[in-house]
């Protein structure tokens, strides 16, 4: 056997690369999604906010938020229509309910990429935070989903400690299903570029750090949503129900 033949054989007999199917299965934490807005659904969310906060008349959303920030100002959705905004969030909900229920049940994998879902957002407000401002530990309470998208992003300063340099101005989800450190985290900790989109469970604890700016536009905008979800089969059990309920009234 010459070199060329036993080289062939050796790659038959022990190959280099191979494929394996693999699934990572986690259903004991809901997931935190992250993503980027397309181009014009970040020009249009620019768009709508400086328009609002611009607009002395625009309604506070402050009264009802946690969060230690002056300028919180209520978005109505029905604007999201017509800038043409109102299908792209319907989706991305729509996606994350299937990613999460399918890593919740992977065995129901196929019914629940086959449901119809339906969704709502129930409110929206954006949040035009400035250096020292920030939001508390918390969670979204009466809804399904919660999310938020980045609108700009300041020039932040530089931090005291260079160990903890993603700390100013980051978006922290907490959870204390982690009980293994090895493999696992009870903190995700994520300093937000422009245009970057998180969707994530209501009931998901998060916080906002406050930051620094030495220069430039200090602003740091974002837009958070409340939204529910009901597949189409329930939806239409629960007003067939409700019906039924006032004609014996």
């Given at each position: 056997?010459n070199?060329?033949?036993?080289?062939k054989q050796?790659?038959?007999?022990?190959?280099?690369?191979?494929?394996?199917?693999?699934?990572?299965?986690?259903?004991?934490?809901?997931?935190?999604?992250?993503?980027?807005?397309?181009?014009?659904?970040?020009?249009?969310?620019?768009?709508?906010?400086?328009?609002?906060?611009?607009?002395?008349?625009?309604?506070?959303?402050?009264?009802?938020?946690?969060?230690?920030?002056?300028?919180?100002?209520?978005?109505?959705?029905e604007?999201?229509?017509?800038?043409?905004?109102?299908?792209?969030?319907?989706?991305?909900?729509?996606?994350?309910?299937?990613?999460?229920?399918?890593?919740?049940?992977?065995?129901?994998r196929?019914?629940?990429?086959?449901?119809?879902?339906?969704?709502?957002?129930?409110?929206?407000?954006?949040?035009?935070?400035?250096?020292?401002?920030?939001?508390?530990?918390?969670f979204?309470?009466?809804?399904?989903?919660?999310?938020?998208?980045?609108?700009?992003?300041?020039k932040?300063?530089?931090?005291?400690?260079?160990?903890?340099?993603?700390?100013?101005?980051?978006?922290?989800?907490?959870?204390?299903?982690?009980?293994?450190?090895?493999?696992?985290?009870?903190?995700?900790?994520?300093?937000?570029?422009?245009?970057?989109?998180?969707?994530?469970?209501?009931?998901?604890?998060?916080?906002?750090?406050?930051?620094?700016?030495?220069?430039?536009?200090?602003?740091?905008r974002?837009?958070?949503?409340?939204?529910?979800?009901?597949?189409?089969?329930?939806?239409?059990?629960?007003?067939?129900?409700?019906?039924?309920?006032?004609?014996?009234?």
């Amino acid at each position: 056997m010459n070199r060329q033949q036993r080289r062939k054989q050796e790659k038959t007999s022990n190959p280099k690369s191979f494929e394996l199917p693999m699934d990572l299965l986690q259903p004991w934490s809901v997931p935190v999604m992250r993503t980027k807005l397309p181009q014009y659904v970040l020009d249009g969310m620019i768009k709508l906010t400086d328009d609002m906060i611009a607009d002395e008349n625009s309604i506070s959303h402050g009264p009802g938020l946690v969060g230690q920030i002056k300028t919180e100002l209520t978005v109505d959705v029905e604007r999201l229509k017509k800038n043409n905004l109102d299908k792209f969030f319907d989706t991305m909900i729509k996606q994350f309910v299937i990613y999460a229920k399918t890593q919740k049940s992977p065995h129901d994998r196929e019914e629940i990429q086959n449901e119809t879902w339906l969704s709502q957002i129930l409110s929206m407000w954006v949040v035009s935070q400035n250096p020292g401002e920030y939001n508390p530990i918390h969670f979204h309470p009466s809804c399904h989903i919660s999310a938020v998208m980045y609108l700009k992003i300041p020039k932040w300063a530089s931090t005291e400690k260079q160990h903890r340099s993603r700390d100013d101005g980051s978006i922290t989800f907490v959870s204390n299903a982690s009980l293994d450190r090895e493999f696992s985290d009870p903190t995700l900790l994520l300093r937000p570029e422009l245009g970057d989109f998180f969707v994530f469970g209501s009931n998901q604890l998060h916080q906002v750090y406050p930051y620094h700016c030495d220069e430039g536009d200090t602003e740091r905008r974002s837009v958070s949503f409340n939204a529910i979800f009901s597949t189409e089969s329930v939806f239409e059990q629960q007003k067939k129900n409700l019906l039924e309920s006032q004609s014996h009234e």
